[in-house]
C-alpha cells in the first residue's frame, strides 16, 4: 500500500506541474529514490532550484534545465546527517573531505561538554564565544552544513565552578543563564561529557538545571554517559533520563563495554523503551565499530584524571594509582586492546610500546600520564552491539573528526551500507532513515532529512553495491568510496571522487522561542 500511494504522488505531480512554467538548475532523473522516511524505494526524478528541491516526481515537459544528471537506477538519498561530529570548524584548512566522501552534508559539533570556540585551531589560540563562532563562520561559509550544541563542561567552567567538586547555586544559576544565551543564539541544545572531568563532579540539581534551560528552547541534551560499564551503564543511562523530566535527551555513542550477548544490547533499548512510555523523550546514536576512542585518561581513577591530581596520586599513593592501572586495563581485554592513536605510538598497542620500552604496560602508562594522549579501545562485542546498529530507534553517527586516527571518521557512514546493508541484510530505506530523517528529527530541522519538495537540496547519489569504506586501523584516513554525487544546499559539494574548491555548506541555528 505505501508504494502505491508514493506512486500515485509521482503521477500527480507529474500531470500538475505545469510544462516551462520554471526553470531548473539541476534534474537528477532516472533515480531510485530512498527518500528518508523508510519507505520503500520509487524511481523518479528530483528538480533543484537554488538551495531547494523544487519537484519530486517526473520533469515536466518543456522545463528549461542547466544541467541533467542520469542517475541510472542508482540510489538517491537525503544528505547524510551526523549526530555526532568533531572538528575545528574555523580552520579554513579543515575541509571536512572526510564527511563528504562518505556521503555526510550535515554535522552536530560541541560533543561531549565541550562547546565549539576555535581552541583547536593552533597552540595557543584563544577561546572565542558561541555567537563569535556562529558569526565567523557565516563569513567565511563551512564545507559542510554545520548545527552544535552549548558544551555544559565548557560553561560549567566559565562559571566558575570548581573541577573536582559540586557547583553551588550561584554558579548553577550562572551557567544555566550561559546555557540560555547560548540557546538564543542558536544551539540545538546541550552536550554533556559525564566520564569526565569536570562534569563527573556534576550533581543531580546541576543536571536538572542543564535540563530545564534547555527544555525551555525545546532543545536536546546529549550525553556521554557517565559510563558505559555494562554492570553501571543502567544508572548512567536512568541519571540522563531524570534529566528528561525538564527536557529532551539523547544517548551518545550508545555502547555496552564489555557486552557479549544481543540479549544485554535489548536491555538497553528496553530501558529506553519503557522510559519513553512514561513519556520521557530519549533517543541515541551508535558508530558502526567495535572499537571507542577517548583520552588514557578514561583509565585512569577519578582521583587522577587531571595532571594535579595525578601528579600528587603518584607522589603520595603510587603503589595503589599502579594497581588501579593494572585492574583496569586487564578488565578492559589487556594491553594488546588498547591501540595509540598520538604520535610517537600511533598505531602502536600498550602491549607493544611496553615491549619495545621494556617495561611494564604499567609504567607505560605512568609515564604518558592521563593527558599522554588518545587510544583506541576494543572493548565491545558484535552480537551486543550489533542490536544498537540495526536498531530502528537508534541513528547513526561517526564520533569522528578529519584529525581522529579511528576508521569510524572517514567510513561509518560508508560502513553502514557495504557492510550492514550488503552482507548483514538491513534494509536500505532504514538505514538511509538512520542516517538522515532520525537525526534530524531530534534537531528539529525543519527542512532537511527528507527528499521532499521545499526542503534543502542536501542530496548523495551512489550505487550501493560500489560503496566501499577503505579506512583501516593501519591507514584510517582513507576516504571512502562509491558516493559518486553529494549535493549540500543545491550545489555539487563532490562529484565523482573530487570535491569542490567552493564551499557551500550553512550555519544552522535553532529558530525556537523559548517558553515563558
Same mark, same amino acid.
Given at each position: 500500500?505505501?508504494?502505491?500511494?508514493?506512486?500515485?504522488?509521482? %503521477?500527480?505531480?507529474?500531470?500538475?506541474?505545469?510544462?516551462?512554467?520554471?526553470?531548473?538548475?539541476?534534474?537528477?532523473?532516472?533515480?531510485?529514490?530512498?527518500?528518508?522516511?523508510?519507505?520503500?524505494?520509487?524511481?523518479?526524478?528530483?528538480?533543484?532550484?537554488?538551495?531547494?528541491?523544487?519537484?519530486?516526481?517526473?520533469?515536466?515537459?518543456?522545463?528549461?534545465?542547466?544541467?541533467?544528471?542520469?542517475?541510472?537506477?542508482?540510489?538517491?538519498?537525503?544528505?547524510?546527517?551526523?549526530?555526532?561530529?568533531?572538528?575545528?570548524?574555523?580552520?579554513?584548512?579543515?575541509?571536512?573531505?572526510?564527511?563528504?566522501?562518505?556521503?555526510?552534508?550535515?554535522?552536530?559539533?560541541?560533543?561531549?561538554?565541550?562547546?565549539?570556540?576555535?581552541?583547536?585551531?593552533?597552540?595557543?589560540?584563544?577561546?572565542?564565544?558561541?555567537?563569535?563562532?556562529?558569526? &565567523?563562520?557565516?563569513?567565511?561559509?563551512?564545507?559542510?552544513? %554545520?548545527?552544535?550544541?552549548?558544551?555544559?563542561?565548557?560553561?560549567?567552567?566559565?562559571?566558575? #565552578?570548581?573541577?573536582?567538586?559540586?557547583?553551588?547555586?550561584?554558579? %548553577?544559576?550562572?551557567?544555566?543563564?550561559?546555557?540560555?544565551?547560548?540557546?538564543?543564539?542558536?544551539?540545538?541544545?546541550?552536550?554533556?561529557?559525564?566520564?569526565?572531568? /569536570?562534569?563527573? !563532579?556534576?550533581?543531580?540539581?546541576?543536571?536538572?538545571?542543564?535540563?530545564?534551560?534547555?527544555? &525551555?528552547?525545546?532543545?536536546?541534551?546529549?550525553?556521554?554517559?557517565? !559510563?558505559?560499564?555494562?554492570?553501571? +551503564?543502567?544508572?548512567?543511562?536512568?541519571?540522563?533520563?531524570?534529566?528528561?523530566?525538564?527536557?529532551?535527551?539523547?544517548?551518545?555513542? %550508545?555502547?555496552?563495554?564489555?557486552?557479549?550477548?544481543?540479549?544485554?544490547?535489548?536491555?538497553?533499548?528496553?530501558?529506553?523503551?519503557?522510559?519513553?512510555?512514561?513519556?520521557?523523550?530519549?533517543?541515541?546514536?551508535?558508530?558502526?565499530?567495535?572499537?571507542?576512542? !577517548?583520552?588514557?585518561?578514561?583509565?585512569?581513577?577519578?582521583?587522577?584524571?587531571?595532571?594535579?591530581?595525578?601528579?600528587?596520586?603518584?607522589?603520595?599513593?603510587?603503589?595503589?594509582?599502579?594497581?588501579?592501572?593494572?585492574?583496569?586495563?586487564?578488565?578492559?581485554?589487556?594491553?594488546?586492546?588498547?591501540?595509540?592513536?598520538?604520535? /610517537?605510538?600511533?598505531?602502536?598497542?600498550?602491549?607493544?610500546?611496553?615491549?619495545?620500552?621494556?617495561?611494564?604496560?604499567?609504567?607505560?602508562?605512568?609515564?604518558?600520564?592521563?593527558?599522554?594522549?588518545?587510544?583506541?579501545?576494543?572493548?565491545?562485542?558484535?552480537?551486543?552491539?550489533?542490536?544498537?546498529?540495526?536498531?530502528?530507534?537508534?541513528?547513526?553517527?561517526?564520533?569522528? !573528526?578529519?584529525?581522529?586516527?579511528?576508521?569510524?571518521?572517514?567510513?561509518?557512514?560508508?560502513?553502514?551500507?557495504?557492510?550492514?546493508? &550488503?552482507?548483514?541484510?538491513?534494509?536500505?530505506? +532504514?538505514?538511509?532513515?538512520?542516517?538522515?530523517?532520525?537525526?534530524?528529527?531530534?534537531?528539529?530541522?525543519?527542512?532537511?532529512?527528507?527528499?521532499?519538495?521545499?526542503?534543502?537540496?542536501?542530496?548523495?547519489?551512489?550505487?550501493?553495491?560500489?560503496?566501499?569504506?577503505? #579506512?583501516?586501523?593501519?591507514?584510517?584516513?582513507?576516504?571512502?568510496?562509491?558516493?559518486?554525487?553529494?549535493?549540500?544546499?543545491?550545489?555539487? #559539494?563532490?562529484?565523482?571522487?573530487?570535491?569542490?574548491?567552493?564551499?557551500?555548506?550553512?550555519?544552522?541555528?535553532?529558530?525556537?522561542?523559548?517558553?515563558?
Amino acid at each position: 500500500m505505501r508504494i502505491i500511494l508514493k506512486t500515485s504522488f509521482l %503521477i500527480c505531480l507529474a500531470l500538475t506541474t505545469p510544462a516551462g512554467a520554471e526553470d531548473f538548475d539541476l534534474a537528477i532523473r532516472n533515480a531510485r529514490i530512498v527518500d528518508g522516511s523508510g519507505g520503500a524505494p520509487v524511481t523518479g526524478d528530483v528538480l533543484v532550484k537554488g538551495d531547494t528541491i523544487a519537484a519530486v516526481g517526473r520533469i515536466p515537459a518543456g522545463a528549461k534545465i542547466a544541467r541533467i544528471i542520469d542517475a541510472q537506477d542508482r540510489v538517491l538519498a537525503p544528505g547524510f546527517i551526523d549526530a555526532h561530529a568533531h572538528g575545528e570548524a574555523l580552520d579554513a584548512a579543515q575541509g571536512f573531505e572526510n564527511f563528504l566522501a562518505q556521503g555526510v552534508t550535515t554535522i552536530v559539533l560541541g560533543q561531549d561538554g565541550s562547546s565549539p570556540d576555535g581552541t583547536g585551531i593552533e597552540p595557543g589560540a584563544k577561546p572565542v564565544t558561541l555567537a563569535d563562532w556562529f558569526r &565567523r563562520l557565516e563569513k567565511s561559509p563551512p564545507p559542510v552544513n %554545520i548545527a552544535t550544541l552549548v558544551g555544559f563542561g565548557s560553561v560549567r567552567d566559565e562559571s566558575g #565552578a570548581p573541577y573536582n567538586g559540586p557547583a553551588t547555586p550561584a554558579q %548553577i544559576a550562572r551557567f544555566s543563564q550561559l546555557i540560555d544565551t547560548a540557546m538564543a543564539q542558536g544551539a540545538y541544545g546541550a552536550s554533556l561529557g559525564m566520564e569526565y572531568v /569536570p562534569m563527573i !563532579s556534576a550533581t543531580p540539581q546541576e543536571l536538572a538545571a542543564v535540563g530545564k534551560a534547555v527544555g &525551555r528552547y525545546d532543545g536536546v541534551v546529549m550525553s556521554h554517559m557517565r !559510563s558505559e560499564d555494562d554492570d553501571k +551503564l543502567a544508572a548512567a543511562i536512568d541519571e540522563l533520563l531524570a534529566v528528561g523530566a525538564e527536557s529532551r535527551v539523547h544517548v551518545s555513542h %550508545i555502547k555496552v563495554v564489555y557486552g557479549q550477548t544481543a540479549a544485554q544490547g535489548q536491555a538497553v533499548l528496553d530501558q529506553l523503551a519503557a522510559a519513553r512510555a512514561r513519556g520521557v523523550r530519549v533517543t541515541a546514536d551508535v558508530y558502526p565499530y567495535l572499537a571507542s576512542q !577517548s583520552g588514557l585518561a578514561l583509565l585512569f581513577p577519578d582521583w587522577a584524571k587531571v595532571k594535579k591530581d595525578f601528579d600528587s596520586a603518584k607522589r603520595e599513593r603510587g603503589q595503589e594509582l599502579a594497581d588501579y592501572l593494572t585492574a583496569r586495563v586487564m578488565k578492559r581485554g589487556g594491553p594488546k586492546a588498547t591501540l595509540l592513536s598520538t604520535k /610517537p605510538y600511533v598505531g602502536m598497542t600498550l602491549e607493544d610500546i611496553a615491549r619495545e620500552r621494556r617495561k611494564p604496560f604499567t609504567d607505560v602508562l605512568l609515564d604518558l600520564g592521563p593527558a599522554g594522549g588518545s587510544a583506541a579501545y576494543f572493548i565491545m562485542s558484535a552480537p551486543t552491539q550489533d542490536v544498537f546498529i540495526k536498531s530502528p530507534d537508534v541513528m547513526t553517527s561517526s564520533d569522528g !573528526s578529519p584529525a581522529m586516527n579511528h576508521p569510524r571518521a572517514y567510513g561509518s557512514f560508508a560502513r553502514m551500507i557495504e557492510t550492514y546493508v &550488503r552482507k548483514e541484510g538491513l534494509p536500505l530505506p +532504514l538505514a538511509v532513515r538512520k542516517m538522515s530523517a532520525m537525526t534530524a528529527a531530534v534537531l528539529k530541522l525543519p527542512d532537511r532529512g527528507l527528499i521532499k519538495a521545499g526542503y534543502k537540496a542536501d542530496l548523495v547519489l551512489f550505487d550501493p553495491a560500489k560503496v566501499h569504506e577503505t #579506512a583501516t586501523w593501519e591507514k584510517p584516513q582513507q576516504l571512502a568510496a562509491g558516493f559518486d554525487l553529494v549535493m549540500i544546499n543545491g550545489k555539487v #559539494a563532490r562529484e565523482n571522487g573530487v570535491t569542490a574548491k567552493d564551499r557551500f555548506g550553512a550555519v544552522l541555528k535553532n529558530a525556537a522561542k523559548p517558553r515563558a
